[in-house]
């Protein structure tokens, strides 16, 4: 498997997942920016509309009063009209009805009893003629339009204007309103009605900035996002503000929101690419390890076979005549199909441990027997291929409960081991002994050792040492120390690994001295 097959599913990964992310991420976060500044305008337009309204009810409501006080007055002099307003809403301090000529205004004749208010009306009224002659022709067009006009008479004394037309002669309306009272009594409830739970709208006269009116009673804004002066109050300022949080927190708020979603679904993305990659990973590596698997042993049955076949055939003929010969031809067939003995119950042990069907059958049993028993079976192989084997067994053991065949397989498969990896110092010690709670067999060799990086694997199913030259060419099913920890798991036992390379291993198998309890 080489390293570009392997890289091969991440690349893969990162096209279809990770990298179109990251790059709609990158654009989004560009993007913030342009998307608050839309939500600002777009909800500055909303608080604009909602002013707009409260304007617009101000307006109606002035143009009621105009008709029902047309209902009680007598136009038929054509002449000046200086009168209370009975007929408005209290408000309204005063209603002046005076002529005017086709486009020009004549206040020659204007004249109230109180001197000052009269002397600041006409002279507003001039001020503002250029205004007064576009509600001439507003008029004359069969439209009435109000303006307003502030009166310094006093604080918060206005006018309100407008032109109409009576048989054929234009008069001009000025009505004198007490601002304060029209506002904290007419506009007030309107505001608490529009501003509802989500906005505070406040109205504050211009000159002085004092807050005439808000829409919560005990509370007034530091500052407001959007401001409109009254249509036909002038010096008075409608102010919005939205409770609770502003315009601009609400978009900071939205784009936090966004990007925490994004960074999130990224978060996820990226963890699942890496399982993903992970897990294709190992896929591809389980595949490379059953293929070496099925070729190692493969192998491992072809050699003994052959030989099988081979020293069969040999005695078959009967072209040995020496009995010598003929007992060693004996004892290698015997060796051999020993080793494919070995090499299939290995194959079925782990077939039974990935079904599940792996069950001890636990006896009373001596471990020093069980060694004894197994390095006498060895002994033949071990002193033809020239080891010493060393036993230093514990004669202080008791019998303990174990399953006597799994604990014989596990030493075997050790000792397998350690005559594979073992090179020019051909040692192989086999001790027993006891701690506290454990009995132990412990397999020492003088081999090539084991580094601390294979070691986190080497029980892995499958796994094989192939580093240096002896382990590379040593061949194996990769199953027998996935075996042996299966075997003394089951025993609730433990096996510890000590190796360092160049200077051998020692495998020590742990068991407990307590009886098993066996699954019902």
């Known amino acids: 498997?080489?390293?570009?097959?392997i890289i091969k599913p991440w690349l893969i990964v990162g096209l279809l997942l990770v990298i179109p992310t990251s790059l709609f991420t990158a654009i989004e976060l560009l993007q913030l920016n342009d998307q608050e500044e839309v939500i600002e305008t777009i909800y500055a337009k909303q608080l604009e509309s909602v002013l707009y309204s409260i304007n617009q009810y101000a307006d109606d409501l002035s143009n009621v009063w105009i008709n029902e006080l047309y209902q009680h007055l007598d136009l038929s002099e054509h002449q000046s009209t200086f009168s209370s307003t009975d007929h408005l809403q209290p408000q309204a301090g005063l209603f002046i009805l005076h002529p005017i000529d086709s486009l020009s205004l004549n206040l020659n004749n204007f004249h109230i009893e109180n001197d000052t208010l009269s002397a600041e009306i006409v002279e507003q009224l001039k001020l503002n003629q250029n205004e007064i002659a576009q509600?001439?022709?507003y008029s004359k067009s069969g439209y009435r339009k109000l303006i307003g006009i502030d009166l310094d008479y006093n604080e918060h004394t206005s006018m309100m204007v407008f032109v109409t037309e009576h048989e054929g002669r234009q008069f001009l309306n000025l009505i004198i309103l007490d601002a304060f009272r029209y506002i904290q009594e007419v506009l007030s409830p309107r505001l608490q009605m529009v501003a509802g739970d989500n906005l505070i709208i406040v109205v504050t006269h211009q000159k002085t900035q004092k807050v005439i009116a808000s829409s919560l009673l005990n509370t007034v804004p530091d500052q407001v996002v959007k401001e409109q002066s009254i249509w036909w109050l002038p010096d008075y300022v409608l102010g919005?503000?939205?409770q609770g949080i502003s315009i601009s927190d609400l978009a900071q708020k939205r784009a936090s929101q966004n990007i925490s979603l994004l960074l999130l679904v990224d978060v996820l993305l990226i963890f699942g690419a890496w399982l993903f990659y992970r897990n294709v990973k190992r896929e591809l590596h389980l595949a490379k390890v059953k293929s070496d698997f099925v070729s190692n042993v493969s192998h491992e049955i072809r050699t003994p076979l052959a030989l099988i076949s081979m020293y069969t055939e040999t005695l078959q003929l009967g072209r040995l005549k020496e009995e010598s010969?003929?007992?060693?031809?004996y004892s290698i067939i015997f060796r051999e199909t020993q080793r494919l003995s070995g090499i299939v119950n290995n194959i079925l042990n782990f077939s039974?441990?990935?079904?599940?069907?792996?069950?001890?059958?636990?006896?009373?049993?001596y471990i020093n027997e069980i060694v004894e028993t197994v390095a006498n079976n060895y002994d033949y192989h071990l002193k033809e291929k020239g080891f010493d084997l060393t036993l230093k067994l514990d004669d202080q053991l008791d019998f303990i409960t174990i399953d006597h065949q799994a604990i014989t397989e596990c030493i075997i498969n050790l000792l397998d081991n350690a005559i594979k990896y073992s090179a020019e110092t051909k040692q192989i010690g086999i001790a027993t002994g006891q701690?506290?709670?454990h009995q132990f067999v412990e397999i020492t060799d003088k081999g090539i050792g084991i580094s601390a990086k294979d070691q986190k694997h080497i029980f892995d199913k499958f796994y094989r040492?192939?580093?240096?030259?002896?382990?590379?060419?040593?061949k194996g099913s990769g199953l027998g120390l996935s075996i042996v920890m299966h075997l003394v798991n089951a025993h609730k036992g433990k096996i510890e690994v000590s190796s360092k390379e160049g200077q051998g291993s020692t495998f020590r198998i742990l068991l407990p001295t307590t009886p098993i309890k066996q699954k019902t």
């Not at 010969?325 to 031809?329: G, T």
């Open 135 to 137: 509600l001439q022709r």
């Open 1 to 5: 498997m080489t390293a570009k097959r």
């Open 325 to 329: 010969k003929r007992q060693k031809y």
């Open 435 to 437: 701690t506290s709670t």
């Open 465 to 474: 040492v192939t580093k240096g030259a002896l382990a590379h060419h040593a």
């Open 352 to 365: 039974k441990i990935e079904s599940g069907r792996q069950k001890l059958n636990s006896s009373s049993s």
């Open 240 to 242: 919005i503000q939205p």
